[in-house]
């Protein structure tokens, strides 16, 4: 059964702390995705990554930071954390090809008080 | 820039009626459109996917969808509700070019009433 985990499901953070949150995928999938989740705004892209070491933007990456040190694993960064960063957190992975889905990790809820 | 737009935030239906989720994309290049559902305090999961093989898809859950390109429509029906199906439902679509992103509606909330 393919998955991709999250270390945690919540966590509650306080401003200006340095937050890691973290992605391991079994799919030997290439490509990994962070996306931030609130409501009425469905999922937001923050970076994505098509290869070990290497990252694009997404939609909105200000604020964060990732690292892909090794292929299962895809780690997003919150340098100084802030309360605008209160969020669901959802990684995904996939393999190539157009027609191949993302499937998701169980979310990380995050609070930043 | 391809999007996906879902109309009504919050759909509401009986037990054992029908379900409609409307999804409507805008792409000037044939899309590649999925429905995923998200559960309460889960992550999300695929319904189906469009693959331009049939126009009809049928996927899991006894859900199906009918691409519609002169509509650009892509809508998510069941022919009867169950309690169960009261989740959270997003329309995506990928960009054209990529294999790689996909861009989300602002989803769906499904309520089913007993």
């Known amino acids: 059964d393919v998955k991709v985990t999250q270390s945690s499901r919540y966590l509650v953070k306080r401003t200006g702390e340095k937050v890691f949150l973290e992605c391991v995928q079994d799919m030997d999938h290439e490509n990994m995705f962070w996306y931030r989740q609130d409501p009425g705004l469905g999922l937001r892209l923050i970076y994505f990554?098509?290869?070990?070491?290497?990252?694009e933007k997404g939609d909105i990456p200000e604020g964060y930071s990732v690292s892909r040190e090794k292929k299962e694993r895809f780690s997003l960064i919150l340098e100084s954390a802030s309360t605008n960063q209160t969020s669901m957190y959802l990684c995904?992975?996939?393999?190539?090809?157009?027609?191949?889905?993302?499937?998701f990790g169980p979310g990380t809820r995050l609070t930043v008080l | 820039a391809q999007s996906v737009t879902q109309l009504g935030s919050h759909v509401s239906v009986s037990e054992g009626a029908l379900v409609l989720l409307r999804c409507n994309y805008s792409s000037s290049v044939p899309p590649y459109l999925f429905w995923y559902v998200q559960y309460p305090n889960q992550g999300l999961q695929l319904l189906l996917k469009y693959t331009s093989a049939a126009t009809l898809v049928k996927g899991i859950n006894g859900f199906e969808a009918e691409f519609k390109k002169s509509e650009t429509s892509f809508h998510l029906t069941k022919p009867s509700a169950h309690m169960s199906d009261a989740a959270e439902y997003f329309c995506a679509v990928r960009i054209s070019g990529s294999a790689r992103q996909l861009t989300f509606g602002s989803g769906t909330q499904l309520t089913v009433l007993p």
């Open positions: 995904a992975s996939t393999g190539g090809g157009v027609y191949n889905e993302q499937f």
């Open positions: 990554s098509y290869d070990v070491k290497m990252k």
